[in-house]
């Protein structure tokens, strides 16, 4: 291996947001050349996926193993973690071997409270040990660095991040007959919805309202299903979808596993101009203020604030959707936080620009806002 060469592992493929957001894309704007060690390549590493892969698992362990005598590491950033059963020490061995060892992740793994396999296997099983491991942490969001610092010194917040060119731009408006409202996600959040089905279902009556959900998922949202419209996630399909909606909605319980989550969807919302809903638990508070969205708590609350989004003015809302368009590019895109990720990573500093020349977008610092 090339002195300095970058190693990214992860237990998920593309097609996990994680691993998506939080490292291939990142390598896929820099252009950064790296090797890149994932387990199945799959969107996750639940006990239902690995039984289903038995060979491929047994493959996947195989190159684990491997690993373990590969004698020269440069730069390595994992994901989270590098396999279900590793417990964290793998990731630990090899982040300290590494010249500069990485270790990034973006939920409450530390909270993750399932009993049975979860107890012994997954990613929450080996937090601790991996965090204890890395050079540097870095953490999605100020919550998790909190925590992550009581095992690490060393923690930097670089927020997941979006790219707005990826997101049409929403020009429309105007609320139809039938508002639109939008929620996405994956199978594993879809229960998040029911904290809130009373509110939603009381729109629905008041306004006629209906609900698109877009997730992996196909069973049934309970009493949700009357304004339900379900819609595979199919990545630039989905993203148009958003600027086609009339209000995004991310309910959260408050529980110490959400209060660690990152506000993805919020900025996802944000980067196409739509105007948002959500519970002002953990981050989503800041996020919320920053891109004009009105915050919620219980279902009569949610059924209000829904309303009331639903019935502002044209402009009102369309200036709401121009806000949280600026707030997502200033403050939780990629182009914001270049500067951050590539001195976390020490990768090579972008050069200055020339006087009077373009400024780059407002930089991260490593803190908890770039701004």
């Not at 002195?3 to 939080?22: C, D, K, N, Q, W």
């Not at 069973?219 to 996630?233: I, T």
């Amino acid at each position: 291996m090339a002195a300095g060469e970058l190693v990214v592992g992860a237990s998920y493929g593309l097609e996990a947001a994680s691993t998506r957001v939080r490292v291939l894309e990142w390598l896929r704007l820099l252009d950064l050349d790296a090797e890149v060690l994932d387990y199945l390549g799959a969107a996750n590493a639940r006990p239902g996926t690995l039984l289903r892969r038995p060979l491929a698992v047994l493959a996947a362990e195989r190159r684990l193993s491997a690993l373990r005598r590969r004698p020269d590491w440069g730069r390595l950033l994992i994901s989270r973690s590098l396999g279900p059963f590793t417990r964290g020490r793998l990731e630990a061995d090899l982040l300290r071997r590494a010249d500069w060892g990485v270790y990034d992740f973006d939920d409450a793994l530390y909270a993750d409270r399932r009993g049975g396999v979860h107890r012994f296997f997954g990613e929450g099983a080996g937090w601790s040990t991996a965090v204890g491991g890395a050079d540097l942490v870095i953490a999605g969001n100020e919550v998790l660095a909190e925590e992550a610092l009581r095992h690490n010194p060393h923690v930097e917040v670089i927020p997941s991040c979006v790219h707005p060119g990826d997101y049409p731009d929403k020009s429309d408006y105007t609320v139809g007959a039938a508002p639109r409202l939008l929620w996405l996600g994956s199978p594993s959040t879809e229960p998040y919805l029911a904290e809130v089905a009373a509110g939603l279902l009381a729109v629905h009556r008041r306004t006629g309202a209906r609900l698109t959900v877009i997730s992996a998922g196909e069973r049934s949202l309970g009493e949700l299903d009357v304004m339900v419209d379900r819609v595979a996630w199919d990545g630039t399909r989905s993203n148009a979808m958003l600027a086609e909606a009339d209000c995004g909605i991310m309910p959260l319980p408050d529980t110490p596993f959400s209060r660690g989550k990152c506000a993805y969807k919020l900025l996802q919302y944000g980067a196409a101009g739509l105007p948002a809903v959500a519970t002002p638990i953990g981050v989503n508070a800041r996020v919320l203020d920053q891109l004009g969205g009105l915050a919620a708590t219980g279902p009569d609350e949610w059924a209000d604030a829904l309303v009331a989004l639903l019935e502002e003015s044209e402009q009102q809302r369309r200036d709401r959707g121009l806000q949280a368009r600026r707030a997502v590019a200033e403050h939780y895109s990629y182009a914001a936080w270049e500067p951050a990720f590539r001195r976390a990573l020490r990768l090579p500093e972008l050069p200055a620009p020339a006087a009077g020349g373009a400024v780059h977008p407002a930089s991260g610092t490593g803190s908890l806002d770039p701004a």
